[in-house]
Protein backbone atom coordinates (compact mmCIF):
# COMPACT_ATOMS: atom_id res chain seq x y z
CA UNK A 1 0.00 0.00 0.00
CA UNK A 2 1.46 3.21 -1.17
CA UNK A 3 0.94 6.66 1.02
CA UNK A 4 1.31 9.40 -0.16
CA UNK A 5 1.61 12.79 2.08
CA UNK A 6 1.65 16.27 0.85
CA UNK A 7 3.15 19.40 2.04
CA UNK A 8 4.07 23.29 1.00
CA UNK A 9 1.20 24.63 -0.12
CA UNK A 10 -0.07 28.38 0.93
CA UNK A 11 -0.75 31.83 0.43
CA UNK A 12 1.73 33.60 -2.25
CA UNK A 13 1.39 36.55 -4.02
CA UNK A 14 1.80 36.64 -7.91
CA UNK A 15 5.36 36.55 -9.10
CA UNK A 16 6.52 34.67 -5.89
CA UNK A 17 7.79 31.07 -5.68
CA UNK A 18 6.15 28.09 -3.42
CA UNK A 19 8.22 24.47 -2.95
CA UNK A 20 5.51 21.37 -2.17
CA UNK A 21 6.78 18.34 -1.34
CA UNK A 22 5.39 14.95 -1.69
CA UNK A 23 6.66 11.87 0.53
CA UNK A 24 5.85 8.36 -0.63
CA UNK A 25 6.08 5.46 1.89
CA UNK A 26 7.38 2.96 -0.72
CA UNK A 27 8.66 2.99 -4.10
CA UNK A 28 8.20 -0.09 -5.91
CA UNK A 29 8.51 -0.91 -9.89
CA UNK A 30 4.44 -0.31 -10.05
CA UNK A 31 5.05 2.98 -8.90
CA UNK A 32 7.94 4.08 -10.79
CA UNK A 33 6.49 7.52 -11.75
CA UNK A 34 5.68 9.79 -9.30
CA UNK A 35 3.76 13.29 -10.44
CA UNK A 36 1.43 16.40 -9.62
CA UNK A 37 -1.58 17.09 -10.74
CA UNK A 38 -4.38 20.28 -9.90
CA UNK A 39 -7.48 20.80 -9.42
CA UNK A 40 -9.13 24.40 -9.64
CA UNK A 41 -12.85 25.36 -8.24
CA UNK A 42 -15.09 24.98 -11.29
CA UNK A 43 -12.30 22.84 -13.38
CA UNK A 44 -11.09 19.62 -14.36
CA UNK A 45 -7.95 17.90 -12.33
CA UNK A 46 -5.22 18.73 -14.71
CA UNK A 47 -1.91 17.37 -15.26
CA UNK A 48 1.22 19.44 -13.98
CA UNK A 49 4.35 17.55 -13.96
CA UNK A 50 5.96 13.70 -13.53
CA UNK A 51 9.33 12.29 -13.01
CA UNK A 52 10.69 8.68 -12.80
CA UNK A 53 12.17 7.23 -9.96
CA UNK A 54 14.69 5.35 -12.07
CA UNK A 55 16.45 8.32 -14.36
CA UNK A 56 14.83 11.51 -13.14
CA UNK A 57 12.90 12.07 -16.30
CA UNK A 58 10.80 14.62 -16.64
CA UNK A 59 7.52 16.07 -18.38
CA UNK A 60 5.41 19.36 -18.02
CA UNK A 61 2.32 20.63 -18.98
CA UNK A 62 2.76 23.96 -21.57
CA UNK A 63 1.07 26.37 -18.74
CA UNK A 64 3.78 25.48 -16.00
CA UNK A 65 6.97 24.88 -18.55
CA UNK A 66 9.81 27.39 -17.34
CA UNK A 67 8.09 28.02 -14.49
CA UNK A 68 8.11 24.68 -12.44
CA UNK A 69 10.26 22.34 -11.62
CA UNK A 70 10.07 18.93 -10.46
CA UNK A 71 12.95 16.49 -8.62
CA UNK A 72 13.04 13.99 -6.21
CA UNK A 73 15.49 12.54 -3.55
CA UNK A 74 15.45 8.82 -4.22
CA UNK A 75 17.03 8.61 -0.58
CA UNK A 76 13.96 9.29 1.50
CA UNK A 77 11.24 9.07 -1.05
CA UNK A 78 10.56 12.40 -1.69
CA UNK A 79 9.16 14.89 -4.80
CA UNK A 80 9.27 18.10 -4.85
CA UNK A 81 7.56 20.43 -7.16
CA UNK A 82 9.34 24.06 -6.75
CA UNK A 83 7.23 26.70 -8.06
CA UNK A 84 8.22 30.17 -9.74
CA UNK A 85 6.57 33.18 -11.20
CA UNK A 86 2.94 32.11 -9.50
CA UNK A 87 0.37 33.37 -11.78
CA UNK A 88 -3.26 33.91 -9.93
CA UNK A 89 -4.24 30.74 -12.85
CA UNK A 90 -1.96 28.78 -10.53
CA UNK A 91 -4.66 28.80 -7.81
CA UNK A 92 -5.95 24.96 -7.11
CA UNK A 93 -5.26 22.12 -4.81
CA UNK A 94 -2.53 20.52 -5.61
CA UNK A 95 -2.26 16.57 -5.53
CA UNK A 96 0.39 14.19 -5.67
CA UNK A 97 0.17 11.22 -7.32
CA UNK A 98 2.61 7.54 -8.24
CA UNK A 99 1.66 5.10 -10.67
CA UNK A 100 3.28 4.19 -14.07
CA UNK A 101 2.36 3.90 -17.73
CA UNK A 102 -1.12 6.48 -17.40
CA UNK A 103 1.18 9.25 -15.80
CA UNK A 104 3.51 8.71 -18.51
CA UNK A 105 0.51 9.74 -20.65
CA UNK A 106 -0.53 12.53 -18.15
CA UNK A 107 -2.84 10.52 -17.39
CA UNK A 108 -3.95 9.73 -13.29
CA UNK A 109 -1.90 7.66 -10.76
CA UNK A 110 -3.12 4.71 -9.01
CA UNK A 111 -2.30 6.45 -5.75
CA UNK A 112 -2.80 10.24 -4.40
CA UNK A 113 -1.97 12.38 -2.14
CA UNK A 114 -4.65 14.40 0.15
CA UNK A 115 -4.08 17.75 -1.47
CA UNK A 116 -2.20 20.98 -0.53
CA UNK A 117 -4.13 24.72 -1.37
CA UNK A 118 -2.08 26.73 -3.39
CA UNK A 119 -3.16 30.40 -3.66
CA UNK A 120 -2.03 33.03 -5.68
CA UNK A 121 -3.28 36.82 -5.02
CA UNK A 122 -2.68 39.45 -7.35
Known amino acids: QVQLVESGGGLVQAGGSLRLSCAAS????????MGWFRQAPGKEREFVAY????????AYADSVKGRFTISKDNTNNTVYLQMNSLKAEDTAVYYC???????????????WGQGTQVTVSS
Open 97 to 111: TSGGRALLLHRPGDY
Open 51 to 58: ITWNDGST
Open 26 to 33: IRTFSTYV
